[in-house]
């Protein structure tokens, strides 16, 4: 077992090792979803608990038209697969995937469904996990504009679907339209906020120490008011997860900035010692 920016590094295995993994708003059903990076990241992570925080599967888009992959189905198999092997899996539905909250309290396979949970971290934080679209009130009074404004969403991604398949022809890296115009919009900014603060104000009243969410596709880790606010991004736009370190430390991982940047760095710590020494000689 190794380190690796400060993370534990199974050479045997090719694993991150995590206490806790916390994913959410993955979208699979939809073509916005990067399946592909999410099946790369899970394959190359373990974790004693693993949270999947709603809008896993996008049973809105499903219904007005079926989109399904390959990669969606190996997601789910890798999902199942992890549940099996002692992996403890705990699904939290959100608002694309409320119909799976029918089934709240039950097991599915190895996999418990509930509508929201408390995660004791390794230092002793208690924090509320749940998906957060209770405290949309768009989602909560006028569900229309909330089908409207997920079909205008879609259409960016769509758009954004081309506009990096042209980026990676030029040799760039994957961008998010979708994301930047979001958070260029005051209307949208303001949006973030509130929620973030109202979400924040429910774990304070509980007498709890944080709170972990998803549902507004934006990663963030910031303290409002004495209380640990964290959200756990997508697997849409941004390809993000938090997770928990043996110590209890939560960190945000960006997996497409993460898999480039240590990829150098894991095959340095597998090289062999004699290569090692060969290539500081030369450096020198």
């Known amino acids: 077992m190794r380190q690796t920016n400060g993370w534990d590094f199974d050479m045997a295995d090719h694993a991150l090792k995590f206490r806790s993994i916390w994913i959410s708003d993955i979208h699979l059903g939809t073509a916005g979803c990067q399946a592909d990076y999410l099946l790369d990241f899970l394959k190359n992570t373990e974790s004693e608990y693993l949270y999947l925080v709603g809008d896993i599967v996008d049973g809105w888009a499903m219904k007005r038209s079926w989109y399904w992959q390959q990669s969606h189905n190996d997601v789910i198999q890798k999902v199942l697969r992890k549940a099996r092997k002692g992996t403890h899996v705990i699904y939290i539905p959100g608002n ?3 119909a799976a909250r029918q089934f709240l309290g039950l097991m599915f396979g190895d996999i418990r469904i509930e509508d929201e949970v408390i995660h004791q971290t390794a230092d002793g934080r208690k924090l509320l996990v749940l998906h957060g679209d209770r405290f949309d009130g768009v989602v909560q009074c006028a569900k229309w504009l909330a089908i409207v404004g997920d079909r205008l969403y879609g259409i960016t991604l769509r758009l954004n679907y081309w ?6 022809r030029m040799g760039l890296g994957y961008w998010s339209l979708s994301q930047y115009l979001k958070h260029k919009v005051k209307t949208a900014v303001n949006f973030v906020s509130s929620f973030e603060n109202a979400v924040a104000q429910e774990a304070r ?3 709890l120490d944080g709170v972990v969410c998803g549902h507004i596709h934006k990663a963030e880790m910031r303290e409002i008011e004495g209380i640990l606010y964290c959200n756990d991004g997508d697997w849409v ?5 938090l997770v928990e370190l043996p110590t209890g430390e939560l960190r945000i991982v ?3 900035k993460y898999f480039e940047e240590q990829s150098a760095q894991i095959a340095a710590l597998a090289m062999p010692a004699s290569d090692t020494m060969g290539l500081q000689g030369a450096a020198a």
């Open 237 to 241: 736009e941004s390809l993000t997860a």
């Open 163 to 168: 506009f990096n398949r042209l980026r990676a």
């Open 254 to 256: 960006t997996w497409q």
């Open 205 to 207: 009243e509980r007498g």
């Open 96 to 98: 694309h995937d409320e």
